[in-house]
């Protein structure tokens, strides 16, 4: 039954993505100009009877999944597990906000003192830190465009379509820039923050709970996807449902339905948010195989690997509208993640590994050792509780939390490793950004051990401070990082507000930053005028500006002695006489 009523749902949204668009819709797909390091457009190869079939096809399935959904909710059997389930929801999120206010005092403001300073840095990093490059041509290519775009039109940076729908809601109340990009983002994180803040206390222990959170909160790459990730901090909440259910699982042999349910959704939902939450099911999924496979639990083993299945399903129904208007081709071209010769792959592995576990480990350059030590100290807990005699030293809740919550996040931390060996891929760091999280769930374990090992007041004074050294670093690479950034984008905006005074005419703007704020710019600030934008020089057209960057060196800049008419550092333009000349070409770059 539950397999069925989340495929129901999911084949009921892709056939509503289909079925409110036209035709006309899929057709001016092929005239949005998106960028793949020159202006680009999508072929649309399907035809009206094509198109036409398929809203057909998608009603139908819809039709009979919800159709089988029902009949078997319907049912006394049916009734009963539906009344079972809703409970048992009731009950889990009663739970963790019981857990939340049974907390003493203390707690409690330490916890609320820490999320309003979470909340007032990401709110001033949110408004200070410019539009990068992938949010405005988010904006533009395929938010502004419609549902159909967001849904089925596949060029990087649209591999995050979850988010960009919740985006895409958002430009349908406001088409404000920072209500529709940053509002949602700032949302998801402040729930998810209190999500996950509210399982790590409710399987772990509370000082844990408040390190690992704070630490990974502050890590400068989360504050980053924190203010303009679009996607990675939805992942990382549905990542952090996902370990959450699987802890629950393994905690009541049972199996409650809330934790199966929660298991499939977040999945789903996982895979349709960025396709990197694979890895995520992977280590939920090999996980539970494990456990399941060595208790002899077959029962629970066929649950598993149903849900699983399920995941599969759900998202290949939700990615429907994209397979068929962009195909598999857009779908898995990234080069991003693009598979290596298996000896480049074993030769940029070690570089790969030290930089990206530096990274979310807070240092990228020797942030890998602190990795390295941490898992080193974790170890250490591990065969602490393993034994008789140092066992008794923890307390229950500790080894509890240990138990439950230490094994799996140490999974979660190791095997995407294996995954990157089987693919032959080295993705970039913020792909892997959900893992540091278990990474500091173990450091929070073992700090606590430590401290109530060491009863007294250095020991909670010398943590606290490191902690703040830590979000300190965090916060000055973090303005660091935005103080570079503005001055780069607000340069490449002043450019353009430079180019919006002068007589209309055509633009030669080959360097990938300013070619998609220019695009963005174009229709966001200047929506009346009609501009012409090339990436590329085109035979026999003669251009009015050309944009180039000082230090360009090739065939696009007008012959010496030209000089720019306009100069910032960033961006130079050469304004050719009325009605223009065609682009020279400077033999001194031959």
């Known amino acids: 039954m539950l397999l069925l009523g989340a495929l129901a ?46 809203q057909h096809v998608a009603l139908a399935g819809a039709g009979a999944l919800a159709l089988a959904a029902a009949v078997v909710g319907a049912g006394q059997a049916g009734r009963l597990q539906l009344g079972a389930l809703g409970t048992e929801t009731r009950a889990a999120l009663a739970g963790a906000w019981r857990v939340l206010t049974a907390l003493p005092p203390a707690q409690r403001w330490a916890a609320g003192l820490s999320l309003v300073l979470l909340l007032g840095a990401r709110i001033f990093f949110g408004i200070t830190k410019s539009y990068h490059s992938e949010e405005v041509a988010t ?27 919740l985006s895409w809601l958002f430009y349908q109340v406001n088409p404000n820039v920072w209500f529709t990009l940053r509002l949602p983002v700032l949302l998801t994180t402040t729930v998810g923050t209190v999500a996950l803040f509210a399982g790590l206390v409710r399987f772990g222990t509370f000082r844990a709970a408040l390190m690992a959170l704070t630490l990974f909160a502050w890590l400068q790459l989360s504050m980053y996807n924190a203010v303009a990730g679009r996607g990675y901090w939805l992942l990382i909440t549905l990542a952090g449902v996902h370990f959450f259910a699987l802890v629950a699982l393994l905690a009541r042999p049972g ?3 809330v934790a199966w349910a929660a298991l499939l959704i977040s999945g789903i939902l996982g895979c349709y948010t ?5 890895y995520v099911v992977a280590s939920a999924s090999s996980y539970l195989g494990l456990v399941f496979l060595g208790r002899r639990d077959w029962v629970r083993l066929g649950h598993a690997v149903a849900v699983g299945a399920g995941i599969g399903a759900g998202a ?40 990206t576990e530096g990274t979310l480990a807070g240092q990228r350059t020797v942030g890998a050792l602190a990795f390295g030590a941490g898992l080193g100290a974790f170890g250490w807990l591990l065969r602490a509780g393993g034994r008789a005699q140092a066992g008794a030293a923890l307390a229950p809740d500790l080894r509890a939390a240990v138990r439950r919550l230490g094994l799996p996040a140490l999974w979660f931390v190791l095997l995407p490793y294996a995954l990157l060996a089987v693919q032959r891929v080295l993705p970039p760091e913020r792909v892997l950004l959900y893992k540091a999280l278990y990474f ?8 606590d051990a430590v401290l109530r090992a060491r009863p007294g007041p250095w020991g909670p004074r010398l943590a606290g401070l490191g902690m703040a050294l830590f979000v300190g670093y965090q916060a000055y690479t973090m303005q660091f990082l935005v103080n570079g950034n503005r001055q780069y984008i607000e340069a490449i905006w002043r450019a353009f507000d430079w180019l919006a005074t002068q007589p209309p005419g055509r633009v030669l703007v080959g360097v990938n930053e300013s070619s998609l704020h220019f695009l963005f710019l174009a ?20 251009y009015r500006y050309v944009v180039v960057p000082p230090d360009y060196q090739g065939p696009y800049r007008p012959p010496l002695p030209a000089r720019p008419a306009y100069h910032d550092g960033v961006d130079e333009i050469y304004a ?12 001194l770059f031959d």
């Open 139 to 165: 904006y533009d290519f395929f938010i502004r465009p419609g549902l159909l775009a967001v849904s089925s039109y596949y060029p990087i940076p649209n591999n995050h379509v979850l988010p960009n729908t």
């Open 255 to 257: 199996g409650p339905r």
């Open 316 to 355: 290949a129904l939700l990615y429907a509208p994209l397979l068929l208007l962009s195909g598999w081709r857009l779908l898995l071209a990234n080069g991003y993640v693009a598979t290596l010769p298996w000896a480049d792959f074993v030769r940029a592995f070690p570089a790969f590994a030290w930089f």
């Open 576 to 587: 050719l006489p009325a009605p223009g000349q065609p682009i020279g070409h400077d033999p």
């Open 274 to 278: 960025v396709p990197s939450f694979a």
């Open 523 to 542: 229709h966001y600030r200047t929506p009346g005028r009609r501009w012409q934008f090339d990436t590329s020089a085109q035979p026999g057209v003669r």
């Open 440 to 447: 500091f769930v173990l450091v929070g374990l073992v700090v």
């Open 9 to 54: 749902l999911c084949a009921t949204y892709a056939a509503l993505v289909l079925n409110q668009a036209t035709y006309a819709d899929v057709r001016a797909l092929g005239r949005i100009t998106f960028h793949n390091g020159f202006y680009d457009y999508l072929p649309v190869r399907v035809t009206a009877a094509e198109f036409a079939l398929a």
